[in-house]
């Protein structure tokens, strides 16, 4: 445990901390995240911030940051605490890379127990993360005439096998695409070497299998979960053998959050319905305003907006004219229609409207309106490029979502902060484990921890 008490957790392959956010929303403490994107860090720095700030109930201080009434320079020399905690907890390295011995594997572990060290705790309980998915995606398979079996990403997850080595955590909680499951290299199928290694370590861990016992099964929809999106991702939850021995009934963890699934879903409206109208361009990247006055909240915008002085990242992107007229078409035809319009329907009615690029017929839903009554569709990177895929549903607005609204989505509160330009910050997002399902993941591992070491 750490000097809090508390559980620990390591995180690889972070992202700006979807996943860690959900486990320390659940009571763990994490020791170390190891992320190469330098950008991701500044966000996954500024969350330590944040952390810091709150136990010490100086979170004023962190809003005069967001507004830019302070510098982080400034306000890490007025609490260099804080500047330690980020330091030890934030790593900024790239598995494989080839560079030096100083970026190989053994220094990045270095630098992990560093961390567990810093928070006086004698180890880590938990090892998270996911491999970049590129590799492991059907939509990067599909592009790749030799189906990515050369990508050197394939092999990305050796290195979370010999963290789990070092480390010996009790659980590991590992997140991919679901694509994994069919992903094929010269050494054989991906899925299948993987468990075979998770369990051929120094301390074999086993694999906590859904009720059905199929690989298939531990595909989770985020949905499921109060999550107002529709995200599939498949999650591999293991303990360590000798751990099950002892605790049979630890053997029962997936079942256990699969049990967690609500019939109930939430929906764009519920994600972003309280939010101020914008219209193309219009808006603030950082720092937007307070919240304005709202007498019907629904029960998850409350939650969203728990702690937070107001709303960040708040700025629509301009549109070509063009576009603009494409989203209008597909959003009068989105309410009056049942199902999904497509390019189809665009080149039927209004060809003129038609985009000029090539492969118009591989990408016919390329432009997508996100209905207020539904879920969102799976928040991707991509969102970074363009947002033809995330239409708001509001014709008055006439645009695609935001980086909140798209943060929204996918249960990021609205005092979590992202660095980095507007495109890196809808990257971060689309990228991310939504930390409401890391939640619900953790409140499972926190109960069995409980039992194995006492409350």
Known sequence: MSNQGSPVALDLFAGPGGLSDGFVQAGFEIAAQVEKDQTACETLQLRVIFRELK???????????????????????????????????????????????????????????????????????????????????????????????????????????????????DFFVF?????????????????????????????????????????????????????????RRIFFIGYRKDLGKKHPEISEVFRRVRALARPDVLTVEDAIGDLPRLRPGEGEDQWWGTYPPASDLKKYQRRMRIGSEGIVHFKARTHMESDLERYKFFIEHHKNGAR???????????????????NTDKFVDRFRVQWLQRPCSTVMSHISKDGHYYIHPDISQCRSFTVREAARCQSFADD?????????????????????????????????LRKIYGS
């Not at 906590?208 to 531990?218: N, R, T, Y």
């Not at 189809?344 to 003129?352: A, G, H, I, N, Y």
Request: with cysteine.
């Open 55 to 169: 136990k010490q109930r100086k979170l004023r201080e962190y809003w005069k940051l967001i507004r830019g009434e302070i510098s982080q320079e400034e306000l890490l020399k007025k609490y260099p605490d804080i500047a330690d905690r980020s330091s030890a907890q934030v790593i900024n390295r790239e598995f494989g890379s080839k560079d030096s011995a100083a970026d190989g594997p053994t220094a990045i572990y270095r630098l992990m127990q560093d961390g567990i060290e810093h928070l006086k705790a004698r180890r880590a309980h938990v090892l998270l993360g996911g491999p970049p998915c590129q590799a492991f995606s059907l939509a990067g398979r599909s592009r790749d005439p030799n189906r990515m079996r050369e990508d050197e990403r394939h092999f990305l997850f050796q290195y979370f096998l010999f963290a789990l080595d070092r480390f010996e955590p």
């Open 175 to 231: 997140e991919n695409v679901p694509g994994i499951l069919s992903a094929e290299t010269d050494r054989g199928q991906t899925v299948r070497m993987l468990i075979e290694q998770f369990n051929s370590l120094k301390r074999p861990y086993e694999l906590a299998m859904p009720p059905h016992g199929k690989l298939s099964g531990l595909i989770l929809d985020s949905a499921w979960f109060h999550v107002p999106q529709r995200r």
């Open 340 to 358: 999904q319009t497509t390019l189809f329907d665009l080149e039927s009615e209004r060809p003129d409207l038609m985009p000029k690029h090539k």
């Open 416 to 448: 979590f902060v992202f660095r980095g330009p507007r495109t890196e910050q809808f990257k971060q997002v689309g990228n991310a484990v939504p930390p409401r399902l890391a939640f619900v993941i953790a409140r499972v591992l926190m109960n069995e």
